[in-house]
C-alpha cells in the first residue's frame, strides 16, 4: 500500500459525458501527479502540482482540468468525453518537487461507451 | 515522442536466469529511476541514479548510467516468477521543474 488513494476504482460513462477523478497523496506530500495509461499511448504525463499551484504540464487536453486543493487531495476533470479517453488514470505523490520517489495510488480504470 | 524508450520491448526468461533490459532518452536529465508495474496496478519505485552516479545496487538490482551515451541499464540478478511485470525508467529534464517522463516500458515474464 503506497499511502495515495483514488476514488472511483471503475467508471463507465457515455461519450460527451463529464466525470472527476479523486486523488489523496501520502501524508506529508506536497507534489501529485497524474498520468494516463492506456494500451496504445503507454504512460502519459498530464500534470503535477506542488502545495495547490500548476508546477508542470504534459501531454494534457483542454477538455482536462485539474486542481490541488488546501488539503492537499487532487482532482481531475475529464469533460466531452470520447472514447479515445478510455484508460488507467493514475495518480502519485512525492514529497516535493523535483525528481523525488513518486508513490502511485492503485488508479482509476476509465470506460467510455 | 517519449523522452526514454526501453530495449526490449518484452522479454520471457527461466526463473533463476539474470534480465537486462536498457533505457534510452534524448536530452541531459538530472536523475533517472526505474520503476516496476504489475499487471494494472499503480507503479512501485524500485531505484534512484543521481546524473553523477555510474552504478548503483539494491538487493538483486543493479543499475547503470551513461550519460554519454544517454542510456541506463536495468539488471535483475537470479529472477523469480514474482518479478513477472512491465518496467519503466523515468527521467527528469535539467532546469527548471523538472517534469518526469516515463519511457515505453519492458515487459518481463519470467517463467516458474
Known amino acids: 500500500d503506497s499511502g495515495v488513494t483514488q476514488t472511483p476504482k471503475h467508471l463507465i460513462t457515455a461519450t460527451g459525458q463529464r466525470v472527476t477523478l479523486r486523488c489523496s497523496p501520502r501524508s506529508g506530500d506536497l507534489s501529485v501527479y497524474w498520468y494516463q495509461q492506456s494500451l496504445d499511448q503507454g504512460l502519459q504525463f498530464l500534470i503535477q502540482y506542488y502545495n495547490g499551484e500548476e508546477r508542470a504540464k504534459g501531454n494534457i487536453l483542454e477538455r482536462f482540468s485539474a486542481q490541488q486543493f488546501p488539503d492537499l487531495h487532487s482532482e481531475l476533470n475529464l469533460s466531452s468525453l470520447e472514447l479515445g479517453d478510455s484508460a488507467l488514470y493514475f495518480c502519485?505523490?512525492?514529497?516535493?518537487?523535483?525528481?523525488?520517489?513518486?508513490?502511485f495510488g492503485p488508479g482509476t480504470r476509465l470506460t467510455v461507451t | 515522442s517519449q523522452q526514454g524508450e526501453e530495449d526490449p520491448q518484452a522479454l520471457s526468461i527461466q526463473e533463476g536466469e539474470n534480465a537486462t533490459m536498457n533505457c534510452s532518452y534524448k536530452t541531459s536529465i538530472n536523475n533517472l529511476q526505474w520503476y516496476r508495474q504489475n499487471s494494472g496496478r499503480g507503479l512501485v519505485h524500485l531505484i534512484l541514479i543521481r546524473s553523477n552516479e555510474r552504478e548503483k545496487h539494491s538487493g538483486r538490482l543493479r543499475v547503470t548510467l551513461d550519460t554519454s551515451k544517454k542510456s541506463s541499464s536495468l539488471l535483475i540478478t537470479a529472477s523469480r516468477a514474482a518479478d513477472t511485470a512491465s518496467y519503466f525508467c523515468?527521467?527528469?529534464?535539467?532546469?527548471?521543474?523538472?517534469?518526469?517522463?516515463f519511457g515505453t516500458g519492458t515487459k518481463l515474464q519470467v517463467i516458474p
Open positions: 523515468a527521467t527528469a529534464l535539467t532546469g527548471g521543474y523538472q517534469k518526469v517522463t
Open positions: 502519485a505523490s512525492s514529497v516535493s518537487q523535483g525528481m523525488y520517489e513518486q508513490y
